[in-house]
């Protein structure tokens, strides 16, 4: 699909948890278009003099509505600037303007029965629409969950919901789930559905490198296929200025177009 730039119209912009917003969009034809994985390039409404976009995973969509949902942290000038959007505000009701779909989407083998899903952080929301796409498909899926309090697992009834069941959390300082980070969770899951002889054939991860390397490595031991979504510092989004590379076996690739999403096993950590 080719790319579009839609102006959208913010809808919401709320605080659900420590530094953590939801923000929740009108563009239909983004809606209507992007597949699980994928992420929006926005220009920061009245950031006029800020040319860089900033890139957001789409958390949640609702096509037939034309609605978007993006979960984001605040971490710098451009996010803490968007926690003061008031949708209702004169100066924000000319909402955003976002190109999109970007990138490479998750892409779980075509026969794949049994997922696991790990999220770190608010790496979590780039996590769901693939999680809806597999219970939708049929595959048995796990998620499992880490952040450093109970506060920020913001996604978690989302999770609940669809699922139908819990998933596994782990929190830093213990207030919610397992004390600890969550890679302790995976290497249990894997073992057990393991020893179960019901082991996964697709691993996806999404949060902070080190996670992602760690489950990467876990899921090599075991020969378990993985993708990651590697999060680099954007500026065009389009593939022309190279300030996104990723390392791979096959030399560097453009996070904004080669990825975000990559074959674990390809990643030169
Ligand atoms: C494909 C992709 C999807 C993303 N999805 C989400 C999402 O769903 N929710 C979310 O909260 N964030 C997401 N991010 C990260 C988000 O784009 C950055 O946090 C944001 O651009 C920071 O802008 P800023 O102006 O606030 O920060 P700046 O003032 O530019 O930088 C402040 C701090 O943020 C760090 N930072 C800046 N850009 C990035 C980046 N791209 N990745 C990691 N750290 C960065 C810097 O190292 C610095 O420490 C995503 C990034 C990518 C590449
Ligand atoms: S952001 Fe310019 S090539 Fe990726």
Redesign the pocket.
């Known amino acids: 699909m080719a790319l579009v730039n839609e102006r959208a119209r913010i809808l919401a912009n709320a605080k659900v948890g420590p530094n953590l917003y939801l923000m929740e969009l009108a563009s239909p034809r983004i809606a209507a278009a992007i597949e699980p994985g994928q992420f929006v390039h926005m220009k920061v409404p009245n950031m006029e003099a800020h040319i860089l976009r900033r890139p957001f995973s789409v958390y949640a969509r609702d096509a037939a509505a034309g609605t978007l949902e993006i979960l984001y942290q605040a971490v710098g000038f451009g996010t803490d600037h968007m926690t003061r959007i008031e949708p209702e505000r004169a100066e924000h009701l000319s909402g955003a303007e976002l190109i999109g779909p970007v990138g490479r989407a998750w892409e779980p083998p075509a026969d794949a029965r049994r997922a696991l899903l790990v999220g770190g952080g608010v790496g979590a929301a780039p996590l769901f629409m693939l999680t809806e796409s597999l219970v939708a498909a049929g595959v048995r899926t796990d998620v499992v969950m880490g952040a450093q309090t109970e506060a920020a697992l913001t996604c978690r009834a989302r999770y609940e919901a669809l699922l139908g069941a819990p998933p596994l959390c782990a929190t830093d300082d213990g207030s919610f789930g397992r004390e600890g980070f969550c890679t302790s969770l995976v290497a249990e899951a894997l073992a057990e559905t393991d020893a179960a002889g019901e082991p996964y054939d697709y691993l996806a991860v999404c949060g902070p490198e080190p996670l992602m390397k760690i489950v990467a490595g876990m899921a090599a031991e075991v020969g378990v296929p993985c993708e990651v979504s590697m999060e680099?510092r954007?500026?065009?989004?389009?593939?022309?200025?190279?300030?996104?590379v990723v390392d791979t076996v096959d030399g560097k690739k453009?996070?904004?177009?080669d990825g975000p999403v990559f074959d674990a096993r390809k990643v030169v950590w």
């Open positions: 680099k954007m500026a065009c989004g389009i593939g022309a200025c190279l300030s996104c453009r996070a904004c177009v």
